[in-house]
């Protein structure tokens, strides 16, 4: 009996401690703009990330998370801006020619590295070449850009400021693939001690402890505000959210919904997207996939409205296709919608000849939790039609090799990132891609693809990639559900954190609030 | 002289099992490092690329010898991501881990002894009683959500911690030894209940012994009986428990290290095998076996000193 009145009493003090944890502060979780307020030069701040970089060297490093990071050191010949243009970055200008054939860039003069040298045309040269592959020797580690690597010709430099790029074959899309960081030509120790022209510089690195940079002084273009930002690097999202709740941090980018409820007044939340297609993708190579019927069923059963409830509090955009609306004039809104529809579903389950019931497997890579919730509320949802899911967590080196690259797997929950270009989102969907591992395969969209991407004609080309969304959705080539929310929280004595239609944290618009200081 | 020699010859052939061990279990899990490091985008033609620079389309047999005899020579290579070498990102982790361990063990020790005595003088008693509920819970907690209760009650509540503030050895010292106390309370907790359980059922059990009716038959009193005679008996089973526990307290850190962001070894571990860095995997590996291999070590010594029949 004693025993007993003792195990209750300790249990209660610890479900005591547990609720104290879950309570926190309520307050602070309305949007809120922080863009406001003068800004202050000078100043430090940390920013928290959940993932080491994976190289220093940005033509090597491949990681989403690690770019956005260097985003801050390097430039290319063009960077891309807030609303999606690219503008004009170590290039001072440029002209594309009215075959679509030929891109010529004028440097900027005097442009510098952050080691004080001036960058000729020989490192831009040096720099193209070595993201499209065309160097005499090149570097194993280096990831090439495919579209750079098929689409050059040939780069030269007529004379000290110009660089002229010749095509195999028209190509008006090639601008968001020179933003490849411009680097000098004869430096190698980009992999230690990155040296780039943009706003921040290097100043050094500890793996799986921080990634600190500084102001560039010699920048070219507006002056960043702040002196230094600390990229602290966390294990896991609770362990930087721990720190956040202890006020150690300033910026944090990857909260959870349930985090930015119990996050404390000292942070205001900003509400961006991820510029993610996620999916449910869905192998179309092998049962029951390999029927359209049931891709269309699973499009029926899977309630992406509350997905989003469940995992953002409804934050999130809806899509019907593989493109987000971040591509601007080439989304397509008027695709095929597939309602929420149990019966539907049933039905077209039933007709396909799973009518008694259906067995998934979906994989999903357990390193990120936001995909992993998502599958979760997908299994459930599919119960109601009487399909049962089981979802098998693998790792993300395991999910590239098995999944993406063998495709060996039935359906999985991912979000595929993307270059502003709208060949980028989409060229992946062509019967012969390499990296179509959704094994879809429409001669229709082939056609109208090679369309797209050869047309020179702004207008042709977005109808083309306008009738690609239609094909992809009338074919639930997947089950497409989001471009996700982001959620980040920031300090509220800061100002000018802007969120980017692609995966960068730009620091150099940063500044603290001049009554804060 | 032989022991040490017997020793020796008996941990290189443990690393050299456990390190081909690993290595194999690391060439079965699907991916590489190429694959890995070049992410989705890469052509079959960049990974071979990589593969052939990186030397991972040889046979795993040819891999392994290669890396042995390197390894044997001291060179453990180099990170596939970093593009470091791997003895420097190893050693500049190892005084965190260490000090972790160290603490954690410390902490065992120091608690488990008085907590394992408390509840034997009356058995079931009221104490035993409160001990067994405690050592319970204990056991129950996993380490890394004690991990983040404690952040949050010390550091967050009472302020009495800074959150994340992990400083290396060598830019504050002070502030590095203070900072670990609280991880290596997180992984020492469930160790100690486990001990604390352990060294209790063991002297309730020496109780029953003759041996021990006969000392109280003598005149002693208990507290002799207790420390003279039932002790120097609990000590041999408990000193093998301990040693056991060093492995354990290496895993425990991993996962501690994960909720304080602690960038040791056992962050380094994980990462790296995520990354199919295997350079790395294998020299973390090839550390922690010698670790518990030492401690086993220890532990045979330690044993006979304390009973002179061991010899």
Known sequence: MKRKLLLTLLLFSMLTALCACKGGTDQGNTPDNISSGTPATGGEIVVGITQDLDSLDPHIAVAAGTDEVLFNIFEGLVKPDKNGNFVEAVAESYVISEDAMTYTFTLRENVKFHNGDTVTVEDVVYSLKRCAGLLDVQDPNVLVDSALSRSIAEITAPDERTVVLKLHQANTELLPYLTCAIIPCDYDAQATSPVGTGPFKFVSYAPLESFVIEKNKDYYGTMAYLDKVTFKIYASSDAAFLELMAGTIDIFPYLTDEQATQLSEKYSIEVGTMNLVQALFLNNGVAPFDNVKVRQAFCHAINRQEILNMLSGGRGTIINSGMTPGLASYYNDAVTEYSYDVEKAKQLLAEAGYGDGLEITITVPSNYQYHMDTAQVIVEQLKKVGVTAKIEPVEWASWLSDVYKGRDYQATVVGLDFNLAPSDVVKRYQSTASNNFVNYSNAAFDSTFAVALASIEEQEKTTAYKELQKLLAEDAASVYIQDPALLTAVSKELGGYTFYPVYVQDMSLVYFKESQK | ?311
Not at chain 2, 71 to 100: M, W
Not at chain 2, 107 to 130: E, W
Not at chain 2, 143 to 165: A, E, M, N, P, S
């Open chain 2, 1 to 311: 002289m032989k022991f040490i020699i017997k020793k020796t010859g008996s941990l290189i052939i443990t690393l050299v099992i456990i390190s081909f061990l690993s290595f194999l279990a690391f060439s079965l899990i699907p991916g590489d490092a190429a694959v890995a490091s070049l992410g989705m985008d890469a052509t079959e033609a960049d990974i071979n690329a990589l593969r052939e620079e990186l030397g991972l389309n040889r046979p795993v047999h040819v891999q392994y010898a290669d890396w042995l005899l390197s390894a044997l020579q001291g060179d453990f290579g180099v990170s596939t991501q970093y593009h470091l070498p791997v003895s420097e990102l190893v050693v500049k982790r190892l005084p965190a881990t260490i000090t972790l361990a160290v603490y954690s063990m410390v902490i065992i020790i120091l608690v488990s002894f008085p907590a394992g005595l408390l509840g034997t003088r009356k058995p079931n008693g009221a104490m035993d009683t409160v001990m067994t509920v405690l050592s319970q819970v204990g056991m129950a907690v996993p380490q890394f959500f004690l991990g983040i209760l404690l952040t949050f009650f010390f550091g967050i509540v009472l302020d009495w911690f800074t959150v994340g503030g992990y400083v290396g050895v060598q830019e504050n010292p002070a502030g590095f030894f203070r900072f670990l106390v609280l991880p290596a309370v997180a992984v020492a907790v469930p160790k100690c209940a486990t001990m604390t359980r352990y060294i209790r059922n063991a002297v309730v059990a020496q109780k029953k012994q003759d041996y021990v009716r006969t000392a109280r038959g003598k005149g002693n009193s208990e507290k002799r009986v207790l420390l003279q005679h039932v002790l120097v008996n609990v000590m041999m089973p408990v000193v093998t428990m301990l040693a056991m526990m060093a492995a354990d307290v290496l895993a425990g850190s991993i996962v501690v290290e994960q909720v304080f962001n602690i960038p040791g070894l056992g962050r380094l571990l994980i990462t790296s095998i995520s990354n199919r860095d295997y350079p790395v995997v294998q020299a973390i590996v090839v550390y922690m076996a010698c670790a518990v291999v030492i401690m086993n070590t220890l532990a045979d010594i330690a044993y006979q000193k304390l009973d002179p029949r061991v010899r």
